[in-house]
C-alpha cells in the first residue's frame, strides 16, 4: 500500500501541474486575443509614423482631417457631412473638367479627359481580398463574444469586477461628454501622448510600474479573501 503522505505529495503536484498548465493557456489565449486584435494596429509602423510625428507634413493632414471631420459631425448630423464631403468633391471634380474642356476647346487640342487614368484604374474588391476581411472580422467577433461570455458569466469573479467598476465610470464619463467629445479627445491624446511619452519614457515607466505593482497587490489581496467556491472557476 502506498504511503498517504507520499499520495498527498502527488495530488497536489498534479493539481500544481493543471493550475501551471491552465494558467499558461489563458496567458497564450490573451496574448494570441491581444496580439491579433484591431488594438495592434497600433502597432504597425505606418502607424507609429504617423502618431510619433515622423514626417510631420503627412501627420498634420491626417490629424487636421481628422479633427475637422469630428469637429463637423459635432456640430452637424452626419448624413449633412457625408452630403457636404461628397457635394463639395463633386464641385471640384465638375469644375476641373469644364476648366479642362474649355482650355482644349481654346488650344484646340485632344487631351481626352483629364480624369481618364483615374477612370482606367480597377477599383474593384478582389474576392479573396473580401473574404480574408471578413474572416478577420468574423475571428474578432468571436473572439469578442467568448470574452463577454467569460465576463458576464463570472467565469473568475476578479475579472468581472474590473469589468462593473469599468462600467460604473464610464456611467460618469458619458455624463460629462458625448461619444464626439470623447472621440475629439481621444485623437488629441493619439497624436500627442506618443511624443509625451517618447521623451518623458523614463519617469512615466516608472510611475506606471508603481501604478501596476499598487493594482497587482490590490488584487492579489482580493482574490486571497474571497471564498474557496469562487476561486475553483479560476483553478479548474
Given at each position: 500500500m502506498?504511503?498517504?503522505?507520499?499520495?498527498s505529495?502527488?495530488?497536489s503536484?498534479?493539481?500544481?501541474?493543471?493550475?501551471?498548465?491552465?494558467?499558461?493557456?489563458?496567458?497564450?489565449?490573451?496574448?494570441?486575443?491581444?496580439?491579433s486584435?484591431?488594438?495592434?494596429?497600433?502597432q504597425?509602423?505606418?502607424?507609429?509614423?504617423l502618431?510619433?510625428?515622423?514626417?510631420?507634413?503627412?501627420s498634420g493632414?491626417?490629424?487636421?482631417?481628422s479633427?475637422?471631420?469630428?469637429?463637423?459631425?459635432?456640430?452637424?448630423?452626419?448624413?449633412?457631412?457625408?452630403?457636404?464631403?461628397?457635394?463639395?468633391?463633386?464641385?471640384?471634380?465638375?469644375?476641373?473638367?469644364?476648366?479642362?474642356?474649355?482650355?482644349?476647346?481654346?488650344q484646340?487640342?485632344?487631351?481626352?479627359?483629364p480624369?481618364?487614368?483615374?477612370?482606367?484604374?480597377?477599383v474593384?474588391?478582389?474576392?479573396?481580398?473580401f473574404?480574408?476581411?471578413?474572416?478577420?472580422?468574423?475571428?474578432?467577433?468571436?473572439?469578442?463574444?467568448?470574452q463577454?461570455?467569460?465576463?458576464?458569466?463570472?467565469?473568475?469573479?476578479?475579472?468581472?469586477?474590473?469589468?462593473?467598476?469599468?462600467m460604473?465610470?464610464?456611467?460618469y464619463?458619458?455624463?460629462?461628454?458625448?461619444?464626439?467629445?470623447?472621440?475629439?479627445?481621444?485623437?488629441?491624446?493619439?497624436f500627442?501622448?506618443?511624443l509625451?511619452?517618447?521623451k518623458?519614457?523614463?519617469?512615466?515607466?516608472?510611475?506606471?510600474?508603481?501604478?501596476?505593482t499598487?493594482i497587482?497587490?490590490?488584487?492579489?489581496?482580493?482574490?486571497?479573501?474571497?471564498?474557496?467556491s469562487?476561486?475553483?472557476?479560476?483553478?479548474?
Open positions: 502506498a504511503d498517504p503522505m507520499t499520495q505529495s502527488q495530488i503536484s498534479s493539481q500544481g501541474l493543471a493550475d501551471g498548465q491552465n494558467s499558461a493557456k489563458d496567458s497564450k489565449f490573451a496574448d494570441s486575443f491581444l496580439s486584435s484591431p488594438v495592434s494596429l497600433i504597425s509602423p505606418q502607424v507609429k509614423d502618431v510619433y510625428w515622423r514626417d510631420p507634413k503627412k493632414v491626417v490629424f487636421g482631417v479633427m475637422l471631420l469630428l469637429l463637423s459631425l459635432a456640430a452637424f448630423s452626419i448624413v449633412s457631412v457625408v452630403s457636404y464631403i461628397l457635394l463639395a468633391l463633386l464641385c471640384v471634380t465638375i469644375s476641373f473638367r469644364i476648366y479642362k474642356s474649355v482650355v482644349q476647346a481654346v484646340k487640342s485632344s487631351d481626352g479627359h480624369f481618364k487614368a483615374f477612370m482606367e484604374k480597377d474593384s474588391v478582389p474576392p479573396e481580398t473574404r480574408k476581411h471578413v474572416d478577420q472580422c468574423l475571428t474578432y467577433v468571436n473572439r469578442a463574444l467568448k463577454m461570455s467569460r465576463l458576464f458569466l463570472v467565469e473568475d469573479l476578479v475579472d468581472s469586477l474590473k469589468l462593473a467598476v469599468a460604473w465610470l464610464l456611467t464619463v458619458g455624463a460629462v461628454f458625448n461619444g464626439i467629445t470623447i472621440l475629439i479627445l481621444a485623437d488629441i491624446l493619439i500627442t501622448m506618443p509625451v511619452y517618447e518623458n519614457k523614463t519617469q512615466i515607466d516608472h510611475y506606471v510600474d508603481i501604478a501596476r499598487q497587482n497587490t490590490t488584487m492579489a489581496k482580493l482574490q486571497e479573501k474571497l471564498p474557496a469562487m476561486k475553483r472557476g479560476k483553478t479548474e
